[in-house]
């Protein structure tokens, strides 16, 4: 069903939005190259379409709760340049479009050397700046038993 509101909601909003420019790429584009931008610390990117202020919310779930974490994208995105070879990609994800705010959800992998360590949900919420849209919030849960998920990947744990 969200299928079937994201595309008129973006096209309706998109022509009522005089006077800004026509973003260079959509929300979820952003959001989708964010997570090739982490993997390889792309700082252009990150410094162009991320808020570094904004907010990250992670909730990780240990002992049946979730447990939240929070941060900012500056100190979420201060890679550590010892980490072993990382990997993050966005699956099947939609965007909800505004004239000034987005919301795109979806899941996403996480690889490390590779392999397939944890998975999980993310939602992003952006802005329009002028031409370019602005992640200012990420959540997104971080789930190790991704059997599901890499069965439809066609992936192997």
């Known amino acids: 069903m969200l299928e079937t509101l ?3 909601l973006a096209v309706a909003h998109a022509a009522r939005a005089p006077g800004l420019p026509a973003p260079a ?7 989708t190259l964010l997570f090739e931008a982490i993997s390889a610390d792309d700082r252009g990117f990150l410094d162009t379409h991320v808020d570094p202020a904004g907010s990250i919310a992670v909730i990780m779930a240990r002992d049946g709760q979730a447990l939240p974490r929070h941060a900012t994208l500056a100190d979420y995105l201060a890679v550590d340049p010892d980490a072993a070879p990382f990997s993050e990609e966005l699956h099947g994800a939609r965007e909800i479009v505004g004239e000034r705010f987005a919301t795109v959800v979806g899941r996403y992998s996480y690889r490390i050397d590779g392999r397939l360590h944890h998975c999980g949900e993310v939602a992003a919420g952006l802005r329009r700046a002028g031409d370019r849209w602005i992640i200012g919030t ?11 998920q890499a069965a439809a990947l066609g992936a192997h744990r």
């Open 25 to 31: 790429r959509s929300p979820l584009e952003v959001t």
């Open 6 to 8: 994201v595309l008129p």
């Open 138 to 148: 990420l959540q997104y849960s971080v789930e190790t038993d991704c059997t599901e």
